[in-house]
């Protein structure tokens, strides 16, 4: 099988390696850009949340909706329900941008997570000056110092720092790194398999003061209503909405089930 995560990684870690700008110069002016939004207290309701998110294609789907308005699409998940939107910028393998991202928050009030493969402090920078109001960190392509910088620094910026993990040791490094919100992925990043599951089995790992965020392969509403009964706070839905001929339908068939104790 395909490893995709580590061909993404080196194409990403190849283009920080030449990235020559100055981290401080522009970490100042990313502090100056107005406050974000607040990604983790949006996902905090009484019942399941959904981050919405909006992406082209794949490596292992290909095009999903090469031609999609990321701002209609915006408007649609607002419409159907959902608490935050997630936004791929990287273009070589998923089609995405900066203006998608730009182009979706502009489009309602939600708050924005850049969803992207983050190597470098840059990119956190970055995450901030394009306008998110959250920045994803993937425990699997980071060192524990990589770790433990990046979320500081997202912190200091104001971002909040999605932390995904695909195991125990690795959900284990995210909260020693201080992690708030952390997010489980199904879907194994080397071979893009899905393993419904994963999620179930780390729910009750993760602490209660934690909001708790499954990712990736959630079909329908049975799915989103099993990953509550097991204590997830919201869940991460691109592919199954993207695809959806009523993007707001399928929205609404995703959320509001009773989130359980963990």
Known sequence: MP???ADILTTHRADAGRDGRDLDDLAAQAALRPAPRDFAAALQGTGLSCIAEIKRRSPSKGDLDPHLAPDLVAKDYVVGGASCLSVLTDARYFGGSADDLRAARAACDLPVLRKDFTVSELDVVDARLMGADAVLLIVAALTDGELGRFHQRATTLGLAALVEVHDEAELD????????????NQRDLRT?????????????????DVVAVAESGIRDGDDARRLADAGYDAILVGETLVRAPDRAAALRALIGHPVASR
Do not use: E, N
Request: aromatic share 6%; glycine share 10%; charged share 20%.
């Open 3 to 5: 490893s995709y995560l």
């Open 173 to 184: 490094l995210a909260l020693g790194a201080g992690a708030r919100l952390v997010g489980v």
């Open 192 to 208: 893009f398999a899905v393993d419904h599951d994963r999620a179930r089995a780390l729910a009750a790992r993760i602490p209660a």
